[in-house]
C-alpha cells in the first residue's frame, strides 16, 4: 500500500504473550469521529476501534473478513485534501500569498487552525483523536538521535531541521492569518504546533494525488483519512489500495482476509525499520525488509591496516557507485557489500573488477579475506549496537515520560538489528568453515 504512515505505536507484548484487546467504539471520541464521518456517508460495517496489547489504537474485524474482501471504503467527502483547506477560511489568504505554499504546509497549516477553534471546528471530531504527539526523529532530543546508526543520525538530523526550516521561513505567511485566529499568531503557529501538525500530515495521510493548483506549489499527494488511518502496519499483509474514481471512495481490499475479533492491518510498502522509524516513528519486528547499513567510514577503518592502496580502491568503489547502501542481513552482507569487500582485498587485481561484478569468485585467497574482514566488521557493529544499548537503558532508568516513548523505539530498532548481526555472524562462521574444508578437499 502506497501510504505515508502513521503515529507511533507500541511493540510491546503482554509477559504472558497472549494479545489483548479492548474496544474503543463506545469512547466520546470516537462516537463523535464515527458520526462525523457518517453525515458524510460513511459508515463502519467491519471495523471498530480498539486498543492492543501488541500494537496500541487500531481497529478490529467485528466479523470474519475473506481474502479479497473490501475492508474500508472512505468516500472523497470524508478525505481532507488541500482542496478542503482551499475552500475553507484558510483559503482566501493561501491563494492571495505569494510566494505559493507547499501543499504539506497548507494541510499543516489548516491543522493548527481547526485544532486552535476546538469544539467549533469542522473537523474537531478528527482532530480530537489525532495523537498530541508522534515518535519521530523531529521530537527527538539530540542525545536520542545520537542513539541512532550513523545513517540515520544524519537523516533525522535533517528532518528536525526541515521541520525547523519550515516555521522560521513561513513567519510573515503566519501572520497574514491573525484574522481567523482568537489569539496572537506567535501563540497559536508555533514552532511545536506546527512540528506536530507536519509529523499528522507526514505520518497518516495515503497517498492520492491530487490535481495540480495555481494557489500551491509543488507536487500534492497528500490525504488525510479519518478512522482509515487507524489501520496499523504489518509487513507480511497483503492489500490492495488506492482512490476509487468509479465510487469516488479511497478503499482498502484485504488480499489476505481477517479472523473476527482480530486487528485488521495494511501494509505500507517493503520499508526496513529505519525507514518505518524515520517515516512512521515505529520499528516492526521481525520485519523481513529491514537490514543493517555500514557507512563507509566504519567499513574503512575495518580493512584499514589489512588492505593496500585503501584510498585508491575507496575511490574507485565511490566512483563505481558501490559505497552507497552497503548492508547486511540475517543471512550475510548484501551483494552490494560482498563485492566491496572483495575489490578492498590485498589480493584483488584492478582488473579482475568486471569478473568480481559479475559475481565471480576469481581466488579463493580473496574470499577468505573478504569473509573475514565482514566478520570483523560484523563484530564491530554488533560491538557498538550493545554500547548504544547500554546508553539507552540508562537514559531510560532516568524516567522522563517525555523521552521514554523515544527511547524504546530506538531501543525496538537497536534490539531488531542486534539479532540481524547475530545471525549474520552465524551465517559467515558457517560460510568460513565451509570455504577452509573447500581449500583442504583442493589440497588432498
Known sequence: MSRRGRASRKRTKNHDGIHQSVSLSHQPEYVALLRFLCQRGFTSKLLQPALFSETGRGLQAFTGIKPNQLLISLPESCLLTTSTVLESYLGHYIKSWHPRISPLLALSVFLVCERHRGPDADWSPYIHVLPTSYSCPAYFDHDVIALLPVGLRRRAIHQKETVQEIHASNLDFFQTLQPVLSQPVEDVLTFEALRWAWCSVNTRSVFMRQPSSKCLCGEDNYALAPFLDLLNHRPDVQVKAGFNNETKSYEIRSLCGTERFQQAFINYGPHDNQSLLMEY???????????????????????????????????????????????????????????????????????????????????????????????????????????????????LQQGKPSRNEHLRVVESLRLEEKCILGKCLDSLKGAQVELSQMDENNVS
Open 281 to 395: 516513528g515505529f520499528v516492526a519486528p521481525g520485519n523481513p525488509h529491514s537490514v543493517v547499513y555500514v557507512d563507509p567510514e566504519i567499513l574503512c577503518e575495518i580493512v584499514k591496516g589489512n588492505t593496500t592502496n585503501l584510498e585508491e580502491r575507496m575511490k574507485f568503489l565511490t566512483d563505481k557507485n558501490f559505497l552507497n547502501k552497503l548492508s547486511i542481513c540475517g543471512e550475510g552482507p548484501s551483494w552490494k557489500l560482498k563485492t566491496a569487500l572483495r575489490l578492498l582485498s590485498p589480493q584483488a587485481l584492478f582488473h579482475q573488477w568486471k569478473a568480481v561484478l559479475l559475481g565471480q569468485i576469481v581466488d579463493q585467497d580473496v574470499e577468505q579475506w573478504s569473509i573475514r574482514m565482514a566478520l570483523a566488521l560484523c563484530q564491530r557493529l554488533l560491538q557498538d549496537t550493545l554500547v548504544i544499548l547500554d546508553k539507552n537503558s540508562k537514559l
